[in-house]
């Protein structure tokens, strides 16, 4: 029997019956895709919204934040590889938490949004969806936190419900970006500007890395691509990298690097650019 392909992000797998994808948490069961982490989440938090990152969206309020398991992409650095790299098996362990409770909390933690973060929010993108509706209705606003890989249909749709969204540009470098991630830099890079064009507010954050996207060259085609394609007033965060997960192999990144990558983003015409993880 043909597969079942799977139309929440990119990589649009092609699932036999009883096998998940790629982010280890949607699967075909019996035909049709079950997202396996639909109403688990596994992080429940409540966060000042310039955690995200978000700099320049409803600053000094507080919004909800959940995440599930499973990411679609699979970082070596990943700084929460314990819940992104986890797989289906172990959803059922963890109580099931209705969009109708988690909108109910968010509103009792006199939070003004809920954030789909932690992990990738396409992942698990009807879950999302149904917390969002239900969040409009009673005056919250949506954020995703994402690595920017949704399918045509997804990307299309949360322009219509996400109030708005950092996005993690990751490398300019489509090779490196293949390597690391498993995707392609160019569906990122699409996906950027069909947000650009929207009404979600947009953030774009960058975590630096040493030896793979810290050379001038890279910083600046990042920096320039935000600038000429998605607009001068998108805010940048350059954020220092920690040894994490499987890369432990070089050290953090010095302030240095981040602060003149901060003077990058601005002389090529950024508006608001921020230096994150500097301790
Ligand atoms: S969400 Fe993406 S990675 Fe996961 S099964 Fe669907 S297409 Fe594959």
Same mark, same amino acid.
């Given at each position: ?17 009883? $096998?998940?994808?790629?982010?280890? @948490? ?37 919004? +909800? ?15 929460? +590889?314990?819940? *992104?790299? %986890? ?17 109910? *909390? ?29 969040? $409009? ?11 920017? +890989?949704? *399918? ?9 419900w996400v109030n708005a969204i ?21 569906? @990122? ?36 691509f935000i600038s000429n394609e998605l607009g001068k007033n998108v ?9 994490? +997960? ?14 003149? %990558?901060?003077?990058?983003? $601005? ?7 921020? %230096?994150?993880?500097?301790?």
């Amino acid at each position: 029997m043909p597969g079942v392909k799977c139309g929440l992000c990119a990589h649009a797998c092609l699932l036999s019956d009883g $096998k998940t994808g790629i982010c280890g @948490v949607n699967k075909n069961t019996g035909g049709r895709i079950e997202c396996t982490v639909y109403g688990r989440p596994v992080a429940k938090n409540i966060d000042p919204v310039e955690k995200k990152p978000l700099r320049r969206f409803m600053s000094g309020t507080y919004t +909800y934040s959940i995440g599930t398991f499973g990411c679609n992409f699979k970082c070596e650095w990943c700084q929460n +590889y314990h819940i *992104s790299q %986890a797989k289906s098996e172990k959803v059922e362990m963890l109580p099931f938490v209705s969009p109708e409770e988690i909108v109910l *909390s968010a509103i009792r933690s006199n939070c003004l949004s809920i954030s789909c973060t932690y992990n990738e929010p396409t992942v698990f993108y009807p879950y999302a969806k149904d917390i969002g509706m239900i969040a $409009k209705e009673k005056g919250l606003k949506n954020i995703f936190v994402s690595n920017g +890989y949704q *399918s045509d249909e997804v990307i299309h749709e949360m322009t219509g419900w996400v109030n708005a969204i950092n996005v993690d540009l990751k490398c300019f470098d489509r090779s490196n970006h293949k390597k690391f991630t498993g995707a392609d830099l160019d569906v @990122v890079l699409k996906n950027l500007k069909i947000l650009a064009d929207s009404d979600v507010h947009l953030e774009i954050t960058t975590l630096i890395i040493p030896g793979i996207n810290d050379s001038d060259e890279e910083i600046e085609a990042i920096a320039e691509f935000i600038s000429n394609e998605l607009g001068k007033n998108v805010p940048w965060h350059v954020s220092a990298f920690h040894p994490d +997960y499987k890369m432990t192999d070089r050290n953090q990144t010095p302030a240095e690097r981040v602060y003149t %990558a901060v003077e990058t983003g $601005k002389k090529a015409g950024l508006e608001f650019v921020y %230096a994150g993880n500097i301790w």
